[in-house]
């Protein structure tokens, strides 16, 4: 897959002055944002967050999920190192949209687990697809990450589109009361790595 760019401006930020990318798919049927400082292609290995959208916990603040305090974590870091990719697909709710996640979120109310939830609706636990975000990179010329997640799919995406990923680091977040479960049920049933729970 290609990664088509649709769009560049400056976006200063809380966390540092960012450039901000739009990309689209050939088909037009995927977009994702690339938030870039520096020129990583330059760096030996770049230091990388791939980061799905979260309306949720990414602007309101949700607690229920851990992914706003990811995103701080990563925009931060990304500041502090002088140069890195933070790439936001919009694919909200692990992919199944931003309705369907909504109606997880009833059914979690009624004491699902957010994977019991997604497979309640018809959908797989998980239905992100990573082939835009690899195609990102590669328009940015990058070839070997330091990829912040735990989340090993991500992994195993980026490595099959042929990225070498030569560190993890993992960008874990305390667990609070209204997140814990919801980490756990990540450990146990998505494989994330992580330690805290």
């Known amino acids: 897959m290609e990664a088509i760019k649709v769009a560049e401006t400056g976006l200063p930020t809380k966390f540092g002055a960012f450039r901000i990318f739009g990309f689209e798919s050939p088909d037009k049927s995927e977009n994702a944002l690339a938030l870039v400082i520096g020129t990583p292609a330059k760096d030996d290995s770049v230091l990388i967050r791939i980061h799905s959208q979260c309306l949720t916990g990414d602007v309101f603040g949700s607690a229920r999920c851990d992914c706003g305090d990811q995103l701080d974590f990563a925009m931060k870091a990304i500041s502090k190192n002088g140069s890195g990719i933070l790439v936001y697909p919009l694919q909200e709710g692990r992919g199944i949209g931003l309705m369907n996640k909504l109606l997880a979120y009833e059914l979690q109310d009624e004491g699902h687990d957010t994977v019991e939830a997604n497979h309640h609706l018809g959908f797989e636990a998980d239905h992100r697809k990573y082939d835009l975000c690899a195609a990102v990179l590669r328009y940015f010329g990058v070839v070997r990450v330091r990829l912040m997640s735990n989340n090993p799919r991500k992994f195993e995406a980026l490595e099959a589109s042929g990225l070498t990923i030569v560190e993890r680091i993992p960008i874990e977040i305390a667990p ?22």
């Open 176 to 197: 609070s009361d209204s997140t814990a479960n919801y980490l756990r049920t990540k450990k146990a049933k998505l494989g994330h790595l992580l330690s805290k729970v």
